[in-house]
Nanobody, 114 residues
Framework: QVQLAESGGGLMQPGGSLRLSCAASGSIFFMGMGWYRQAPGKQRDLVAEITSGGSTNYADSVKGRFTISRDNAKNTVYLQMNSLKPEDTAVYYC?????????WGQGAHVIVSS
């Protein structure tokens, strides 16, 4: 099964931007992919998804601020996060939509704080 590795997290002030990357060990060409996040003490939620055809959907909490994209040639999915808020603080994971249980990576830690 495909293995996923997230990168690009970090500490950012409110209003800042970050770009997360998710590299897959195999082809994701036919997969709908998503970015999930898990804040401390909360469940893991899907915040952005992109279909194999390139259509996108976003959770209301990130709509207009986050953009998901994919490069099938590189087997990579991206999440551009703008206008970051403290409530965006979480560990961000990518996975198929719906997720493959054995494919969760280590996640990318994003901390938004002044």
């Amino acid at each position: 099964q495909v293995q996923l590795a997230e990168s690009g997290g970090g500490l950012m002030q409110p209003g800042g931007s970050l770009r997360l990357s998710c590299a897959a060990s195999g082809s994701i060409f036919f997969m709908g992919m998503g970015w999930y996040r898990q804040a401390p003490g909360k469940q893991r939620d899907l915040v952005a998804e992109i279909t194999s055809g390139g259509s996108t959907n976003y959770a209301d909490s990130v709509k207009g601020r986050f953009t998901i994209s994919r490069d099938n040639a590189k087997n990579t999915v991206y999440l551009q996060m703008n206008s970051l808020k403290p409530e965006d603080t979480a560990v961000y994971y990518c996975n198929r939509v719906p997720p493959i249980v054995g494919s969760w990576g280590q996640g990318a830690h994003v901390i938004v704080s002044s």
